[in-house]
């Protein structure tokens, strides 16, 4: 099917003032536009109505690297029409028999008009698109859990339909929240850490301290894993022999002007009595079980 483009929605951006909203989307379409090119992807990009509008002929690839854009809460493939009725309803009867709906599955329609270009209301649209579908299909309607629920937004002159919708990690853009230094050894709680504080937007400054080899290139390779949520900022990884930790993140801290050091593994003992820098510890609260459902999203 032509015309197709992937619809992005922000998360928590919308609840941010005027002023740091725009700071933070202008980021957040700066992250966009580089994970993007990283990847070889050729696209056309535009933000209007709340909405992010990604054009791109690699849809399966491009929603690939987009889960991994922090600031994200939905990533949409959808399909352009006319904002005509009629174009309206023939479009949708094409995704209905795409997912091969018929007399043995339910479905129902969810429009919304995010400019009042067409007359009817977005419950209006509902029934007589439904209605459409039903008659083509054969197929129940069901309001509350479909076999298939086919999406309609209509935007000035065009509607866009979609019929899957896809979680991304939401929290905010990546280099909104200044410079941290994350210690890195070969645990992997220290990974996950990390990766929490790239999702609260800041930028992070792995540090590791180095006592054989094989840690060193369990670092270079937990960074690697770490480099595709961070696509504005470089990684830049540092790997140095101390044999005071707290006191060489501490240096680091200073050198690169970061706000705080994060820790993976709680220690809190031994760095509560020495450290003159904020140390955060990201898993305070968290279990295995959460701790072990966030590794793998990295």
Known sequence: MDNKLIILKFAELMLKSKRTRSQFENQLLRNIDNALKQNNLEFSLEKKHSRIYIKTKNTKKAIKVLKNIFGLVLITPAVICKSDLNDIKKTALKIAKQNKLNSKKT?????????????????????EIGAFIQKNTKAPVKLKNPSLKIGIEIIDDQAHLFSETIRAHEGLPVGVSGKVICLISSKKEDLVAAWLMLRRGANIIPLHIKTSETSEKEFLKNIKLLEKFSPSSKLKPLVIKSKDLLLAAEQAAKK??????????????NTLKVSKIPIFYPLISLDKKTISEFLKEI
């Open 256 to 269: 690169y002007n970061a706000k705080a050091i994060i820790l993976g593994t709680t220690n809190i003992k």
């Open 107 to 127: 479905f129902a329609i969810k429009s919304k008009r995010v400019t009042k270009t067409l007359k009817q209301t977005s419950l209006e649209l509902d029934r």
